[in-house]
């Protein structure tokens, strides 16, 4: 057995279409979208072909949708900006967000007045709506909801229409951090309205480095950098006609192809689960998940504790769910917060429409040398 890739929550392999575009646009198109002779129109056209993609994408209008580097920097400026330019006193969020809301949030409360409020989370990850629609009826203060729609660790999806009427209802801004659900879940911002969300293209089989936000027409904000007037304004830098294209092509596949892959993912998801019930103590974290994301916690022991060595040098990739810090290995923040024992270890299994059962096979056999099997 070759390599078996299963952490494509943490990034995808390019897909061949994909590559092929950003090939000819190498290739054929490196003008400066911004200059206004033959070769910089080429370039604008074909990145305004792109937005029209995503913007149709999401039921947005082209003039919606801004390109940048990453969702990380999307998030950082919609969180900061928002403060400033719309008045925003209160934010809510969850504790189980991707560290670029939490740590931008941590840095928030630090230099700003804004309130910061941290949504309840139960033992298997649900966020507390409830607690949610109660802050917003009790206090009225200009409040923007920050919620991600698919969390990457535990694969947890929330109700983002219910989420997008509970703020609606009260007057609150609803920014959604949709990297791990575009391309796969049903994502329209007619169907559930939002402020803001954010996408990365390497996540949907798309080049790393570029990603785009959407910003609704009614609450604009500013830049987070200065410089040229690029993206209207909205995002200073030349923009990456590469990665942008490359973008445009992953999504329009990721739609194109979705229920094909997603019915491939839950047989690949159905097969691993049913694997997993060989094995002794195991635990799946998390409740209404995402099909192509599997945390698994494994009991304790010394060969256990080596796991995701021992599923490197058994040619597996997958991710675990802890983080190092001064040499100390400790879980998560996702894992802390649903309460999570310290004693096992937990391992992030993602998958792809590019995997297959006899991988997942594989990966079966290699875990049980080092975690227990039921006894027959
Ligand atoms: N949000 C979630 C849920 C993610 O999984 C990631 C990537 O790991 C990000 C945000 C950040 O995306 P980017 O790699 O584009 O900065």
Same mark, same amino acid.
């Given at each position: 057995?070759?390599?078996?890739?299963?952490?494509?929550?943490?990034?995808?392999?390019?897909?061949?279409?994909?590559?092929?575009?950003?090939?000819? =646009?190498?290739?054929?198109?490196?003008?400066?979208?911004?200059?206004?002779?033959?070769?910089?129109?080429?370039?604008?056209?074909?990145?305004?072909?792109?937005?029209?993609?995503?913007?149709?994408?999401?039921?947005?209008?082209?003039?919606?949708?801004?390109?940048?580097?990453?969702?990380?920097?999307?998030?950082?400026?919609?969180?900061?900006?928002?403060?400033?330019?719309?008045?925003?006193?209160?934010?809510?969020?969850?504790?189980?967000?991707?560290?670029?809301?939490?740590?931008?949030?941590?840095?928030?409360?630090?230099?700003?007045?804004?309130?910061?409020?941290?949504?309840?989370?139960?033992?298997?990850?649900?966020?507390?709506?409830?607690?949610?629609?109660?802050?917003?009826?009790?206090?009225?203060?200009?409040?923007?909801?920050?919620?991600?729609?698919?969390?990457?660790?535990?694969?947890?999806?929330?109700?983002?229409?219910?989420?997008?009427?509970?703020?609606?209802?009260?007057?609150?801004?609803?920014?959604?951090?949709?990297?791990?659900?575009?391309?796969?879940?049903?994502?329209? =911002?007619?169907?559930?309205?939002?402020?803001?969300?954010?996408?990365?293209?390497?996540?949907?089989?798309?080049?790393?480095?570029?990603?785009?936000?959407?910003?609704?027409?009614?609450?604009?904000?500013?830049?987070?950098?200065?410089?040229?007037?690029?993206?209207?304004?909205?995002?200073?830098?030349?923009?990456?006609?590469?990665?942008?294209?490359?973008?445009?092509?992953?999504?329009?596949?990721?739609?194109?192809?979705?229920?094909?892959?997603?019915?491939?993912?839950?047989?690949?998801?159905?097969?691993?689960?049913?694997?997993?019930?060989?094995?002794?103590?195991?635990?799946?974290?998390?409740?209404?998940?995402?099909?192509?994301?599997?945390?698994?916690?494994?009991?304790?022991?010394?060969? =256990?504790?080596?796991?995701?060595?021992?599923?490197?040098?058994?040619?597996?990739?997958?991710?675990?769910?802890?983080?190092?810090?001064?040499?100390?290995?400790?879980?998560?923040?996702?894992?802390?917060?649903?309460?999570?024992?310290?004693?096992?270890?937990?391992?992030?299994?993602?998958?792809?429409?590019?995997?297959?059962?006899?991988?997942?096979?594989?990966?079966?056999?290699?875990?049980?040398?080092?975690?227990?099997?039921?006894?027959?």
């Amino acid at each position: 057995m070759q390599h078996v890739y299963l952490d494509h929550a943490s990034t995808t392999p390019l897909i061949e279409p994909v590559i092929q575009e950003m090939n000819t =646009v190498m290739r054929e198109h490196f003008g400066n979208a911004s200059s206004i002779h033959h070769h910089g129109r080429q370039a604008k056209m074909l990145v305004e072909n792109a937005r029209k993609t995503i913007a149709q994408a999401l039921g947005a209008s082209i003039g919606e949708i801004f390109f940048c580097s990453s969702a990380t920097e999307a998030h950082n400026m919609i969180l900061t900006n928002s403060i400033k330019d719309l008045e925003v006193q209160r934010i809510i969020s969850s504790p189980i967000e991707h560290h670029c809301i939490i740590h931008t949030l941590d840095h928030l409360a630090s230099i700003t007045d804004v309130e910061i409020v941290y949504l309840n989370v139960d033992k298997l990850g649900s966020v507390d709506l409830y607690q949610l629609e109660g802050l917003l009826t009790e206090n009225k203060k200009n409040t923007l909801v920050s919620l991600m729609y698919v969390n990457n660790e535990i694969g947890n999806i929330i109700d983002i229409s219910r989420v997008s009427e509970i703020c609606t209802t009260n007057g609150a801004l609803f920014h959604c951090d949709t990297v791990q659900g575009i391309g796969k879940l049903p994502l329209n =911002v007619n169907d559930a309205p939002m402020a803001f969300l954010a996408g990365s293209a390497h996540k949907f089989n798309g080049p790393k480095g570029v990603g785009f936000f959407y910003m609704n027409g009614d609450n604009i904000i500013s830049p987070m950098m200065y410089g040229g007037a690029q993206e209207r304004n909205m995002r200073a830098g030349t923009e990456n006609i590469i990665g942008i294209t490359g973008m445009a092509v992953a999504l329009e596949k990721a739609i194109e192809q979705k229920e094909e892959r997603a019915d491939h993912i839950k047989k690949l998801n159905r097969h691993m689960r049913t694997r997993l019930d060989e094995l002794a103590e195991i635990v799946i974290n998390g409740t209404n998940q995402i099909d192509n994301i599997l945390s698994v916690s494994f009991p304790s022991n010394e060969r =256990v504790d080596m796991l995701m060595f021992n599923l490197d040098i058994s040619r597996i990739s997958a991710s675990s769910g802890s983080a190092c810090s001064s040499g100390i290995e400790h879980d998560s923040h996702v894992l802390q917060h649903i309460g999570h024992s310290k004693e096992r270890k937990t391992i992030r299994f993602s998958f792809s429409h590019f995997n297959t059962i006899e991988e997942i096979d594989y990966v079966i056999e290699k875990l049980k040398k080092f975690t227990p099997v039921k006894k027959a």
